[in-house]
């Protein structure tokens, strides 16, 4: 009975001295002066992350769609399932820059990482043939540079921050035109082997996409 009764007050303690714990902890006084980003500007960078988890969705659905065992184009369903990567990529440089900024904390109603990045359903699941996947990968493209260029635009302003833009221009858009130049020979190559060899040009040219 007197274990049971000191087990009691051992509780009654412990419970007393956890109502003063808490859960959180005080946010602390940062200097805010290095925050030097401009609003539009960080929208801007926001808006484009999404534009590439957008475009790695869907090239996560081309990769799957040729994946199917119905389809069973390996070399495809690789080079696709690359390319998501790659985007998903770009979108986390641009989240690692803007934490470097403290573009994610400038403007607490919008900071939230759950806020900024939406993962949307892909309307186009299906394609007729590996030509058409590939225009369609070098549309995506285009527009997801032409959106960039959007960024250095707008990120240009009046302020003009110098930084970023020259990370955009040297990093992103380089990588950008190459790949897109290298989906225009993908098409102009593959077009050519369908049009002499039809459906044996784009099995071949799907082994050699495995190499």
Not at 55 to 71: E, H, K, N, Q, W
Not at 101 to 124: A, C, H, P
Not at 145 to 172: M, P, Q, W
């Amino acid at each position: 009975m007197k274990h049971l009764f000191a087990i009691a007050i051992l509780f009654s303690v412990a419970f007393v001295a956890s109502a003063d714990l808490k859960c959180s902890i005080d946010m602390p006084a940062v200097p805010t002066e290095w925050l030097d980003m401009f609003k539009k500007c960080i929208e801007s960078m926001r808006d484009q992350i999404q534009k590439e988890v957008d475009a790695s969705m869907t090239y996560l659905a081309m990769g799957a769609y040729f994946s199917r065992d119905t389809v069973n184009r390996p070399g495809f369903a690789k080079h696709f399932f690359e390319a998501a990567s790659e985007e998903r990529d770009h979108a986390n440089k641009l989240i690692e820059y803007l934490l470097m900024r403290g573009g994610l904390n400038t403007f607490n109603e919008t900071s939230m990482i759950t806020d900024l990045i939406k993962v949307k359903l892909v309307e186009n699941t299906k394609w007729n043939s590996g030509v058409e996947a590939l225009k369609d990968a070098l549309k995506l493209e285009a527009e997801v540079t032409e959106s960039i260029r959007g960024v250095i635009k707008a990120c240009e302003g009046d302020k003009n921050d110098y930084h970023l833009v020259d990370y955009l221009t040297g990093v992103f858009l380089e990588e950008q035109y190459h790949g897109q130049r290298e989906l225009a020979g993908m098409i102009s190559t593959l077009s050519k082997m369908m049009n002499t060899h039809g459906t044996i040009g784009e099995f071949l040219y799907d082994k050699q996409l495995l190499d």
